[in-house]
């Protein structure tokens, strides 16, 4: 932690920038997927070259992203734009714990809380202290999730959180369903609307319950409101009794355990600055998936995240699974002009997936300047959306195959399904193969509304099992090419100063709708205003 950034250059003052407009207007614009297996003759299949240069294995997870837009030459310049940009030292400097969120002036080390301790000879490390307080936080929040476990009287485990403390874990418990212990039900109430928590609070016996308070900062009004709330209704409930049990029904998770304490809550697990919200899973943030799956699943789902973390440290560049995809983001982004990604999991455990990415991506790369503050004049973050396969087959895939925008898909299959119905099993994978293959054939001639245009875009990752391993895996995959397309735009990936207007405005309203002081409000929202309290 020296403190010194390696210099990095902005993409669109690279030569390599330059090249790529120059291929896409050449070969890139009007690129043919079809022709491009059928033009490779080598192997016994057609395009048998292509999918072995436009596949690979990366730990858990095989790729395949040979139906995409492009060519060993886009794949070349796009590599020398990474190098021109500086890719590879701007992520070791994160990986040596620098101070790369720039704007906030902190270390961005979410990939520490699932590395191991290190070894006798092995080179000393500049957060050396700082994994030494990872493993003792870890320690303590995974024999309190076996304890919780053990414990037959918890029902019910309840999460308040939003964001990065709710869609993470949430989206990891339903995941791994199929590993958590029976006897204990799983809640997560988010949404400031109380209908959220007023339905689960009417499900829940309250000396069955456990709350676990999920807050960074410990200051989210969503989060304090919908904490304060449960808390009440625990003391109505309990009566004189509860005073003396919220020690064993509340836990908070947050880096602010002063402000948890303020609130009453004494039983509290920590985590740092340097992890951001929507990278926090791996920290105590991952509690409910811990209590849910064990301490022994929760360090494999940690061990399989390590293992990816691994691959993009040290992986040639050519063969490194996070920085390819984030390329391949940017070539999609900023030379075809495609503006979304859809994210289609063809498992139904999945499927909070998209909803995970969503914040991941766009509040990550949803940036309009880069890291010295200058407007950047090419277009950063796509929308990310999409569903579990194959319900989204039947309801906007439509618009997928014959709309008139071209959104790149990800498919995210898995081979070996976790029930007993292996005719399913065998429709599923036949569905997301062929989704992917209808969208890159297309269909020909067939007559106007009939006609399906193909060459659209897709990449496939495919995990052998869904583990808490290779879930892990793809949660770090999936962080690291948001950090590389976020690195080759320039912009800083771990900020989200977008979302503070909204909060303070809200503050403003709030008060408005109770007083009913409008003056100064622009029309619309005065006459909105006072139609709610008409
Ligand atoms: O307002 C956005 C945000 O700060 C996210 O980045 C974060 O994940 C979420 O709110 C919740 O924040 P906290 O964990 O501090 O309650």
Redesign the pocket.
């Given at each position: 932690m020296t403190g010194s950034l390696p210099v990095t250059t902005r993409c669109d003052r690279t030569p390599a920038w330059e090249a790529l407009q120059a291929h896409f207007a050449a070969a890139g614009k009007g690129f043919d997927l079809r022709q491009a297996f059928s033009a490779d003759a080598s192997g016994s299949t057609k395009g048998a070259q292509r999918f072995a240069n436009f596949s690979q294995p990366a730990p858990y997870v095989f790729a395949d992203l040979s139906k995409n837009l492009i060519d060993e030459r886009t794949e070349s310049l796009l590599q020398t734009l990474a190098q021109q940009c500086g890719l590879e030292a701007h992520r070791d400097a994160m990986f040596a714990g620098e101070k790369i969120n720039t704007t906030e002036q902190r270390a961005v080390m979410h990939f520490l809380l699932r590395q191991p301790a290190l070894q006798a000879g092995d080179p000393p490390q500049p957060w050396h202290d700082a994994l030494a307080e990872v493993h003792t936080t870890l320690s303590a929040m995974l024999a309190y999730a076996e304890q919780v476990r053990a414990d037959e009287s918890i029902t019910d485990v309840v999460n308040i959180?939003?964001?990065?403390?709710d869609l993470g874990p949430q989206m990891a418990v339903l995941a791994l369903a199929e590993f958590s212990t029976p006897g204990k039900r799983f809640h997560f109430v988010s949404n400031v609307d109380g209908h959220e928590l007023a339905g689960i609070l009417s499900q829940l016996d309250a000396e069955k319950t456990l709350f676990l308070v999920a807050?960074?900062?410990f200051t989210?009004t969503e989060?304090m409101t919908n904490a304060l709330s449960a808390k009440r209704w625990f003391e109505a409930q309990l009566g004189a009794a509860a005073a003396p049990k919220i020690a064993r029904h509340f836990a908070a998770l947050t880096s602010n355990v002063a402000g948890a304490q303020a609130f009453g809550i004494t039983t509290t697990f920590g985590f740092w600055d340097w992890v951001g919200?929507?990278y926090s899973l791996m920290s105590v943030i991952g509690l409910p998936l811990a209590i849910s799956i064990g301490a022994a699943g929760f360090k494999e789902f940690l061990a399989g995240a390590h293992a990816m973390d691994q691959h993009f440290r040290s992986a040639p560049a050519s063969r490194n699974l996070p920085i390819r995809l984030g390329l391949l983001d940017v070539w999609y982004r900023n030379f075809h002009g495609f503006s979304s990604r859809s994210v289609a999991p063809y498992h139904s455990a999945l499927q909070r997936l998209p909803a995970y990415l969503q914040q991941l991506e766009m509040?990550s790369n949803g940036k309009r300047v880069d890291r010295s503050g200058a407007a950047l004049p090419f277009d950063t973050a796509p929308v990310l959306w999409g569903e579990p396969g194959t319900n989204g087959q039947h309801a906007y895939f439509q618009m997928l195959h014959q709309g008139t925008e071209v959104v790149p898909v990800e498919f995210v299959a898995v081979k070996k399904a976790a029930h007993n119905l292996p005719s399913h099993h065998e429709k599923l994978l036949a569905n997301v193969l062929a989704q992917a293959q209808a969208l890159m054939l297309g269909q020909a001639d067939a007559g106007g509304h009939r006609d399906f245009p193909g060459n659209r875009p897709s990449t496939f990752l495919l995990l052998d099992e869904l583990t808490p391993a290779s879930l892990g895996a793809l949660v770090a995959l999936q962080e690291h090419r948001v950090f590389v397309s976020g690195a080759i735009w320039g912009i800083n990936s771990f900020d989200?100063w977008g979302?503070e207007l909204g909060k303070v405005l809200a503050k403003d309203v709030e008060a408005r709708l109770a007083s009913g002081e409008v003056s100064g409000l622009d029309a619309s929202t005065a006459g909105l205003l006072q139609k709610l309290r008409a």
């Open positions: 959180g939003i964001g990065g403390s807050s960074k900062t989210t989060t919200g929507r509040e989200q979302v």
